[in-house]
């Protein structure tokens, strides 16, 4: 239906290896839950943890057309670390991100759009420079900290 699209099937085992091999090749990728969450859980150690990484789960669509969806980071609610302030709220806001961004060109909303520009920008700029470094990924930076860099950065995106 879309020809600007390539599709290829391949199964799980090959899909991870490739993932791991190559993971630029992959725009999008559609599977069944089970291996959307192994192949997931994969990728997002490729950018070192998965407190990084969003995802997005859509149901098929109704009979109108819409889906439900259910946008969270990688790692989800990541029980074992509640309450003490070591969460990466990073897969969070790029999982909004990429709701709006759906949201915009799914429905022509251009402020979903942009506002999902503006959040990606934000994470870009707290991170630029390597001094926001995870607790995951060994540095000293906790939720707390995390949060006020990528607030302080949406502030200087959005007045820009």
């Known amino acids: 239906e879309f020809k600007d699209v390539e599709l290829s099937h391949m199964y799980v085992d090959n899909a991870a290896m490739q993932l791991i091999r190559n993971p630029g090749q992959f725009d999008v990728m559609v599977t069944t839950n089970m291996f959307g969450d192994i192949l997931s859980d994969a990728a997002a150690m490729l950018t070192g943890s998965l407190g990084m990484l969003p995802s997005a789960s859509l149901g098929e669509a109704d009979a109108?057309?819409?889906?439900?969806?259910?946008?969270?980071?990688?790692?989800?609610?990541a029980p074992d670390i509640a309450g003490q302030g070591k969460a990466n709220p990073t897969a969070m806001y790029l999982s909004a991100a990429m709701m709006l961004d759906w949201l915009g060109d799914r429905h022509g909303i251009t402020a979903c759009s942009r506002s999902a520009e503006l959040i990606v920008s934000a994470v870009d700029r707290a991170f630029a420079g390597g001094g926001l470094v995870p607790f995951e990924l060994g540095g000293k930076a906790g939720t707390a900290e995390i949060h006020r860099a990528v607030l302080a950065a949406l502030q200087q995106v959005a007045a820009a």
């Open 64 to 77: 109108k057309g819409r889906r439900k969806a259910l946008y969270e980071p990688v790692h989800g609610s």
